[in-house]
């Protein structure tokens, strides 16, 4: 297995199906709107063996003070082989002038982030309006 590691933003709705859902996260259920939202990003980074996308990386920002990680996710088939980790680092790198990365990590996954470099807001908390349910 040789992972690819691609900057685009341009994937198939059956790709970025299949990868939102084996993570099990509700936004897989609408394909055709991830389509439209990759698109929407700034930066895109993916993770590709062969032909099947298996990671990938969002971020939004606001062009030289802030970035906001919105997505990573790697498929579990493919997890601790450090394809997470080389997507936060092409983040870390692309971002490396900016004050801020920022994003919100689900409890067991905290762990993770930390060992990335993250730290956690002593004085905040994620809040949303949403109808996802993942």
Do not use: Q
């Given at each position: 297995m040789e992972i690819i590691y691609k900057d685009t933003h341009d994937f198939s709705a059956n790709a970025l199906e299949n990868l939102f859902l084996?993570?099990?996260?509700?936004?897989?259920?609408?394909?055709?709107?991830?389509?439209?939202?990759?698109?929407?990003?700034?930066?895109?980074?993916?993770?590709?063996?062969?032909?099947?996308l298996v990671g990938m990386i969002c971020v939004m920002d606001d062009g030289v003070i802030n970035a906001y990680v919105h997505y990573l996710l790697v498929n579990p088939e493919y997890q601790y082989k450090k394809i997470g980790r080389t997507l936060v680092e092409m983040v870390k790198e692309h971002y490396k002038d900016y004050m801020r990365?920022?994003?919100?990590?689900?409890?067991?996954?905290?762990?993770?982030?930390?060992?990335?470099?993250?730290?956690k807001g002593g004085d905040a908390s994620p809040m949303f309006v949403t109808s996802l349910w993942t």
């Open positions: 084996s993570v099990d996260w509700s936004s897989g259920h609408y394909p055709e709107k991830l389509v439209v939202a990759m698109k929407n990003y700034k930066t895109v980074y993916s993770a590709w063996d062969k032909d099947k990365i920022a994003l919100i990590a689900y409890d067991n996954e905290a762990h993770f982030y930390e060992n990335c470099g993250f730290e």
